[in-house]
Nanobody
Framework: QVQLVESGGGVVQVGDSLTLSCAAS????????MGWFRQAPGKEREFVAAINWGGGTTYYTDSVKGRFTISRDNAKNTVYLQMNSLKPEDTAVYYC??????????????????WGQGTQVTVSS
């Protein structure tokens, strides 16, 4: 079975940087697109970033473009989210997701993702 384990969350100050990691197991990692989503208190879970199977295509929600970078290491079965210039509105539980297909579209539009347990990111002002 697929398991996704996030790490790297924490409490940071406005303008700081943080890198989240998500280690995957259970099926061939390099066959599937990966993504990051987040859920703030009282809000629905929202898409943040996606990366295709090989890492050559990425896609971001507008609010994080230019600040966040998604990447993957298929040799390590791990996807990362580098977050720079963090803002209070970035505060949320961040979830790693593995799509059922290989493209970023499968992350953004798919409905049958595997999910990690989430990691809390708090940006303090």
């Amino acid at each position: 079975q697929v398991q996704l384990v996030e790490s790297g969350g924490g409490v940071v100050q406005v303008g700081d940087s943080l890198t989240l990691s998500c280690a995957a197991s259970g099926r061939t990692f390099s066959n599937y697109a990966m993504g990051w989503f987040r859920q703030a208190p009282g809000k629905e879970r929202e898409f943040v970033a996606a990366i295709n199977w090989g890492g050559g295509t990425t896609y971001y929600t507008d609010s994080v473009k230019g600040r966040f970078t998604i990447s993957r290491d298929n040799a390590k079965n791990t996807v990362y989210l580098q977050m720079n210039s963090l803002k209070p509105e970035d505060t949320a539980v961040y979830y790693c997701a593995q799509a059922q297909g290989s493209s970023t579209t499968d992350v953004v539009q798919g409905t049958s993702h595997y999910w990690g347990q989430g990691t809390q990111v708090t940006v303090s002002s």
